[in-house]
């Protein structure tokens, strides 16, 4: 007849496994502990079987039990703890080694185009990662999903994405750049950056608090057509003061006097840096013949069928204004851009105002007006609390060399060697380009 198991436990080892039972982070340990006290209680030992059976959280095998004991026995409470390279083998272990290798691999299969790898799909799904990688293929779809959430691959929603194609990319941040530093420095200059936005009569759609179930927030339109309405803006780049205009339509006469406005108010600056975006009309003949001749180390975009002349209309001011061109198609690299954001989120997000069009002209201009004697609270949103720090992350590893005798900084990156102090004039003859 098979002897009942026994169990004798020296103090010192009933009290390692209470607090074992009691407050190891691992179930699976305190499950082991208290099976083992139970086994040895001293008043009222219970057979292995039993504690199998009937003793624990989840019913076990008796054998699986005393396999507990014995390792006990023979290791101490180090028998109780899982063996290295115990329990089942990830999916990937017999290619990948590592998790993160693992990782590694299926974010080069994921970023690949599927159908490169005969794939009929342009988006990757369980399936088709189960045929095409081979340590998936035993797997079931479920078995996928599972081992891309045990390496942290998730199914996200995607966002739009472009990429600036001018080779002049880095030269023309870093010229922004050097301005930035001569303003906090506290040098005789101004740096603007200047952008127009169009807004219109009916409002946008966005998200809103509502009752927990089918009613959603309205986004209450008008019968009247989406009327559309412009307005040009700069932020100061040292104080966030905001000057703006706005009108049906921002052309070359408009924003000749937009400058003048921009003139009048920094008159005590030497000169006046705006910083902008390619729009054609920002070097059009006819502007450019307002302000200073330009020192512009990048040529001109302009429409074929522009003139390179000004027509007699345009006026020869010329006010002290120097322009920056930002890279082309890279609207992240100014930062009038949050500007614009917070005011569509204040202002023209679900208004109530599609009926009363010029109160929501009122309303958008009182909002810009908030910042008309600069703001520092705007300064931390659009991020120029610190122009030091400007377009740091994307000049990181690019030189500047200055001439404390010179005018001009040269620049030392991978597009551009040095910016040359070329001027621009707009009753210049076009010189070609070298």
Not at 332 to 356: G, S
Not at 392 to 413: D, E, M, Q, Y
Request: hydrophobic share 40%; aromatic share 10%; glycine share 4%.
């Amino acid at each position: 007849m098979a002897q009942p198991l026994r169990l004798i436990l020296l103090p010192e080892q009933r009290q390692t496994l209470e607090s074992l039972r009691n407050t190891d982070p691992r179930p699976y340990v305190r499950e082991r502990a208290a099976a083992l006290l139970k086994i040895a209680a001293p008043e009222n030992p219970a057979s292995g079987r039993h504690v199998a059976l009937h003793g624990l959280l989840k019913r076990r095998e008796p054998d699986t039990v005393y396999r507990w004991v014995r390792r006990f026995q023979t290791e101490g409470v180090v028998g109780l703890y899982r063996r290295p390279g115990s329990g089942r083998k990830p999916a990937y272990a017999s290619h990948h080694p590592t998790a993160e290798q693992a990782r590694e691999a299926l974010q080069h299969l994921l970023r690949r185009d599927p159908r490169e790898l005969g794939e009929p799909r342009t988006r990757w799904t369980l399936a088709s990662l189960r045929r095409v990688c081979q340590w998936l293929q035993g797997l079931t779809p479920q078995g996928v999903w599972q081992t891309l959430q045990r390496l942290r691959i998730h199914y996200k929603r995607g966002r739009d994405y472009i990429h600036s194609p001018d080779p002049d990319y880095l030269a023309k941040l870093r010229t922004v750049s050097v301005h930035a530093h001569a303003v906090a420095r506290g040098e005789a200059v101004a740096l603007l950056f200047q952008d127009e936005l169009t807004y219109y009569r009916q409002p946008t759609l966005a998200s809103a608090y509502e009752v927990a179930g089918p009613r959603q927030p309205l986004a209450r339109r008008s019968y009247a057509a989406n009327a559309r309405w412009r307005v040009v803006a700069t932020v100061d780049a040292c104080t966030g003061r905001v000057l703006y205009a706005q009108g049906a339509r921002i052309g070359v006469v408009e924003l000749v006097r937009f400058y003048e406005h921009v003139a009048a108010v920094y008159s005590g600056a030497r000169t006046i840096y705006v910083v902008q975006d390619n729009w054609p009309i920002h070097t059009h003949p006819a502007v450019l013949a307002a302000l200073e001749p330009q020192r512009q180390p990048w040529p001109w975009y302009r429409p074929r069928h522009w003139q390179a002349m000004p027509t007699p209309p345009a006026r020869s001011l010329p006010l002290p204004i120097q322009l920056l061109l930002l890279p082309t198609y890279a609207a992240w690299t100014n930062p009038i851009e949050k500007l614009w954001r917070w005011l569509k989120q204040e202002v023209m997000h679900l208004h109530r105002w599609a009926e009363q069009w010029e109160e929501l002209k009122r309303q958008v201009g009182a909002f810009l007006e908030q910042f008309a004697h600069g703001s520092a609270t705007l300064l931390r949103y659009v991020g120029l609390q610190d122009l030091t720090r400007l377009y740091r992350t994307a000049l990181a590893g690019v030189k500047v060399h200055t001439n404390p005798r010179a005018t001009h900084s040269f620049i030392r990156c991978p597009f551009v060697e040095a910016i040359s102090n070329t001027v621009f004039h707009p009753r210049a003859k076009k010189r070609k380009a070298r």
